[in-house]
């Protein structure tokens, strides 16, 4: 947060008051106008584009209760600072009720004041772009649980809307904890099929010996322990989707039978010899690359075109980070209800935490992150402490490694977006995960502008 992107209203009637604290607050970067009445102070908020109220709670004619009162019908989101003396502390507690953020005694310490209106603000703006994030993601952003704003996810909405009107096979890639179920739910619920059943299996998860049995089934005595007949995950997929996750864990011995039944779309239970015939769609998903393991003799190429007819690549979180806000906002929605919490955002420092970060886990890891977040959190915003050791000291061990202060760490973040978009600051902004008019911010405070 930038001072010096902020105008204060500063009211009192006492001369050397208001000159003291609008040294104070001007040394800092504010832009500060003041009053010394309610009523003056009144036609300089209609007047001017005012962000924060610091003003007596005494004052001659209209008092500060008052201005407050008004404040809070004609810009309820502007933040009110009350200035009272220790005697009547009552009084500023019980403005706050009513829509106060905070309040200081008399002699006001410089320090406290130049902490509170920070803190002041930067809460009015978490909030404001909470409500930003959220209106972002009911039009715009989102698709079932999947979130993004970046250019891929929004190629990715656009070919999950295309593939769900019809029966192709799907082949999801990505690293893990990137979304790929999450996709292949979003291409089933979204077509005609939608109310058919939607089946998973997981190939990593079932060992090679029962994998057969658990897509095709099996008779009654067909191996030892079968003592009862079993449809298979294709049969309970009837009219529906079968999703198999981690196809690349398919083993040798079955693709060729899997492979036939993608031709014939015909099967053989285990044990038996009637053939079935059922109509369903396939998506598969897959965090290894295919072709190489094609070229290694593991997978084969004709089970690969099979179900390669259509490819959607999951990009991983570090390629997208300008998604980051929106997914902590998602995420945060969720914790908040999950926990009875009301967590309006993160800090500024969190956030240039989270996009100096890499994210190995990706979305599944930012999602850990936020929910740890929120249970431990005391505050309204997510602060340092409230973040896994590892984050919390990536500040420090960048620092350490590189020689670097966060601001040169930042500087560097700065100039990488803007190489990487040919020095577009719309789309670098997008990138950082932060406004155009927060970029310029920084890159004034770094010497660019």
């Known amino acids: 947060m930038n001072p010096n992107d902020y105008t204060l209203l500063l009211v009192d009637d006492e001369k050397n008051t208001l000159k003291v604290l609008s040294a104070v607050l001007k040394k800092e970067g504010y832009t500060v106008r003041t009053a010394q009445a309610g009523e003056e102070a009144w036609e300089k908020l209609k007047a001017d ?6 003003t007596d709670l005494k004052l001659p ?80 952003f989102s698709l079932g649980s999947i979130v993004g704003k970046s250019k891929p996810m929004q190629e ?5 809307e295309k593939v769900a009107q019809y029966e192709s096979n799907v082949l999801i890639t990505g690293e893990t904890g990137t979304g790929k179920e999450l996709i292949a739910r979003a291409i089933h619920y979204s077509g005609e099929s939608g109310e058919k059943p939607f089946v998973t299996i997981d190939c990593a998860a079932i060992p090679e010996n029962l994998l057969e049995s658990e897509l095709f089934g099996h008779v009654k005595g067909a191996f030892t322990g079968a003592d009862r007949e079993k449809k298979g995950q294709i049969e309970l997929a009837e009219d529906g989707t079968l999703f198999l996750d981690e196809v690349g864990e398919l083993p040798v011995t079955l693709q060729k039978k899997f492979l036939r039944f993608l031709q014939e ?14 109509s369903l769609r396939i998506i598969a998903a897959t ?14 190429e004709d089970l690969y075109y099979r179900l390669n007819v259509i490819t959607i690549d999951v990009p991983p979180l570090r390629r997208r980070k300008e998604d980051i806000p929106l997914l902590i906002n998602f995420f945060l929605d969720k914790f908040n209800t999950q926990n009875s919490k009301a967590i309006k ?22 999602e850990n992150v936020i929910e740890r977040a929120v249970v ?9 402490s409230c973040l896994p050791q590892k984050l919390a000291e990536l500040k420090e061990e960048a620092a350490a490694s590189s020689g670097l202060n966060f601001v ?21 902004a997008r990138s950082l995960g932060i406004s155009r008019k927060q970029l310029r911010t920084k890159m004034s405070r770094h010497g660019f502008l």
Not at 156 to 160: E, G, M, S
């Open 49 to 54: 584009s005012v962000h924060l109220l610091v």
């Open 61 to 140: 004619g209209k008092s500060g209760l008052d201005l407050l009162e008004a404040v809070k019908t004609c810009w309820p989101d502007m933040p009110v600072i009350l200035i009272t003396a220790y005697g009547s502390i009552s009084n500023a507690v019980q403005a706050m009720k009513i829509g106060a953020s905070n309040y200081l005694t008399k002699p006001v310490n410089p320090e406290e004041l130049l902490v509170v209106v920070h803190n002041a603000l930067e809460k009015s703006f978490l909030e404001r772009e909470n409500l930003e994030l959220k209106k972002q993601l009911k039009e715009r």
């Open 156 to 160: 990715i909405f656009n070919l999950v």
């Open 265 to 278: 779309r015909e099967f053989i239970r285990v044990g038996c010899t009637k053939r079935r015939k059922v």
């Open 287 to 300: 965090n290894k690359d295919l072709e190489e393991e094609i070229q290694a003799g593991l997978w084969r």
């Open 345 to 366: 955002g993160v800090t500024g420092e969190v956030m240039e935490i989270f996009n100096a970060y890499d994210w190995p886990g990706n979305v599944r890891e930012l």
């Open 376 to 384: 431990l959190c005391t505050g309204d915003s997510i602060a340092l």
């Open 408 to 428: 040169e760490m930042e500087k560097n973040l700065i100039v990488r977006a803007l190489e990487e978009t040919d020095w577009n600051q719309s789309a670098a």
